[in-house]
T-cell receptor
């Protein structure tokens, strides 16, 4: 079945550092890929998405590229801010899980001022 | 206007009680979901409804019963609450299984 694996946290960085959170997936067919963010005390919200190979999703300075050859969708940001502290979830939908989104286990990110 | 709303936001109750959590969405979506998030932030889907019909029912104890009176509402009733039910429960909606899901703010359930 479909699955998502993302790097375990917590990840702690200093402000303005470069961020990468790794995400790889296993899926049949052609899934859509997502990154969701959950700020403290809130529900998840979509950060960015990509629906086909080589698509790049971007939002709020974050980027992720759908790499079918490496089955990856790594999240990157060039210069993180304290306000980026949150839990980040990689997810996929489609393929054999057409009726639901499969979420990764989440990566907690903390940014030091 | 809140897109996906849940009530209550906090729920503290004793073991053995029965409680309900309500969810409403005003996005016109036809698919709604319930998720359970544990203390380690792991998110597990419990149920999904499409046009008031149950389409996903993961391995959830039958003490949990979802009810969808119409497309805009999906409520969760829990019987005989147990300590292990303590978690944050999220409602979500989407326009289809492959599409972006919109989440509610969550209901933190604490069973004493």
């Amino acid at each position: 079945g479909n699955s998502v694996t993302q790097m375990e946290g917590p990840v702690t960085l200093s402000e303005e550092a470069f961020l990468t959170i790794n995400c790889t997936y296993t899926a049949t067919g052609y899934p859509s890929l997502f990154w969701y963010v959950q700020y403290p005390g809130e529900g998840l919200q979509l950060l960015l998405k990509a629906t086909k190979a080589d698509d790049k999703g971007s939002n709020k300075g974050f980027e992720a590229t759908y790499r079918k050859e490496t089955t990856s969708f790594h999240l990157e940001k060039g210069s993180v801010q304290v306000s980026d502290s949150a839990v980040y979830f990689c997810a996929l939908s489609g393929g054999s899980s057409a009726s639901k989104i499969i979420f990764g286990s989440g990566t907690r990110l903390s940014i030091r001022p | 206007d809140t897109a996906v709303s849940q009530t209550p936001k906090y729920l503290v109750t004793q073991m053995g009680n029965d409680k309900s959590i309500k969810c409403e969405q005003n996005l016109g979506h036809d698919t709604m979901y319930w998720y359970k998030q544990d203390s380690k932030k792991f998110l597990k889907i419990m149920f999904s409804y499409n046009n008031k019909e149950l389409i996903i029912n993961e391995t959830v104890p039958n003490r949990f019963s979802p009810k969808s009176p119409d497309k805009a509402h999906l409520n969760l009733h829990i019987n005989s609450l147990e300590l292990g039910d303590s978690a944050v429960y999220f409602c979500a909606s989407s326009s289809g299984g492959r599409e972006e899901q919109f989440f509610g703010p969550g209901t933190r359930l604490t069973v004493l």
